[in-house]
């Protein structure tokens, strides 16, 4: 799964011999007001989505997933490497080398503490780390988990996982997060927060005993707190991964949906299943989260009509908000609607057989095809699965 490598964002350091310039492995732009999406240009292909909301309220920055946590060979800074300078080639002595490794913002926590955005009014999104972490982790695979141990120290940040993946996270991430794959260890982490299907999500989160072992005392003390809402629902969306979730955000009628759904993007990247995939919960939980937005949806319209019935009967008419949709790749703040029934119109194609199969490849023994239109007026997006996923939903539903 290649990419167009992402463009990098810079900023000039002055010494009193050399002029750096701070390199990072990830770009960043608002998507609404509270809403920043961070592309990472990883050493993997994966190039993720990572999106970061700063509260308006709660003293907090939710981190949905967390990236690959290894930078693309752009990225990668070799200090015995000769490099450009002003009178010359030279090789960096240890001062300058630690002032260049200062300047390679290649950790999300630390690029989120310490690198300024233009997007963030020449800020970082949480200057000095003042803001509680609540991590959001849609799935455990290592494109969205790989960055998760940078988030621990301090002791204070939350973790967000499905309660219907608890076991599948719990009893091989290795296998299960694709880290043995990769040749890289699993990240240790505890669940501080496993949430339930429709969860609305309180802060603090008031755990429960057993969860309280190993928490710190900061995190402990918020049981006794009265937990303010975060105007963010829990769905959990079983289908790429037992552990899949979705969240949504309120105030922003926000749905950011992990890696259950995208379009292919410019470089043709296919929904894909893993071993662990199951297609025919995933069918009954893409509609679940089509009749979740049509259900919100209905509401902004009728909010809308209201407001329109008391106004002012001056000839303007209040246009209702949408849901937008925003997922782990490719694809951000597209109409959830329009996507969704887009999704359900492909994939019913592809079950029933009227999409061909363009490509088919053996992975550690198990055979992965993939679906994909042709023509100018194709479906902007691809499947590729395990063909025994396929065969099992197109025998659920009687379309063998």
């Known amino acids: 799964m290649r990419t167009p490598p992402a463009t990098t964002t810079t900023t000039t350091t002055t010494t009193s011999t050399t002029t750096t310039r701070a390199s990072t492995s990830f770009t960043t732009r608002r998507i609404n007001p509270t809403t920043f999406l961070i592309r990472e240009d990883d ?20 981190v949905c997933d967390t990236g690959c946590d290894e930078p693309s060979e752009a990225h990668k800074y070799d200090p015995t490497s000769t490099r450009e300078h002003s009178h010359g080639e030279f090789k960096a002595s240890p001062k300058l080398t630690s002032l260049l490794l200062q300047d390679r913002y290649i950790h999300l926590r630390h690029y989120l503490e310490h690198y300024a955005l233009s997007a963030n009014n020449n800020e970082p999104l949480n200057p000095g780390g003042k803001r509680k972490y609540i991590i959001i982790c849609t799935h455990c695979h290592f494109d969205h988990t790989g960055g998760l141990m940078h988030f621990l120290a301090g002791g204070t940040t939350e973790i967000v996982a499905s309660a219907a993946g608890r076991d599948f996270i719990e009893s091989d991430l290795g296998t299960h997060g694709i880290f043995d794959a990769i040749g890289r260890p699993p990240p240790y982490y505890r669940v501080t927060k496993w949430a339930q299907a429709f969860e609305r999500l309180q802060y603090p989160f008031p755990h429960t005993q057993e969860s309280t072992h190993g928490l710190s005392q900061q995190q402990k003390a918020g049981k006794k707190k009265k937990p303010s809402d975060l105007a963010i629902t829990i769905l959990q969306t079983i289908g790429h991964t037992p552990d899949e979730l979705a969240w949504y955000d309120h105030e922003e009628m926000h749905l950011y949906v992990g890696d259950s759904f995208y379009r292919e993007g410019e470089d043709g990247m296919p929904i894909i299943f893993p071993r662990e995939g199951n297609l025919i919960e995933w069918i009954f939980a893409m509609q679940k989260l089509a009749v979740f937005v049509r259900t919100e949806n209905a509401k902004a319209a009728a909010a809308a009509e209201c407001a329109d019935a008391d106004g002012d009967a001056e000839g303007w008419v209040q246009v209702p908000r949408r849901v937008l949709v925003s997922c782990a790749h490719q694809t951000t703040s597209v109409d959830g609607a329009e996507i969704l029934k887009e999704l359900e119109v492909f994939s019913f194609r592809v079950m029933i057989k009227r999409v061909p199969v363009v490509d088919s490849r053996d992975r550690d023994g198990e055979v992965y095809d993939t679906w994909r239109e042709a023509g100018e007026e194709r479906t902007p997006m691809s499947i590729m699965a395990p063909r025994r996923l396929m065969e099992d939903v197109r025998d659920f539903f009687g379309h063998v």
Do not use: D, L
């Not at 050493?43 to 939710?62: D, S, T």
């Open 43 to 62: 050493a993997y292909g994966e190039h993720p989505f990572i999106y970061v909301k700063v509260h308006p309220r709660a003293p907090v920055i939710v």
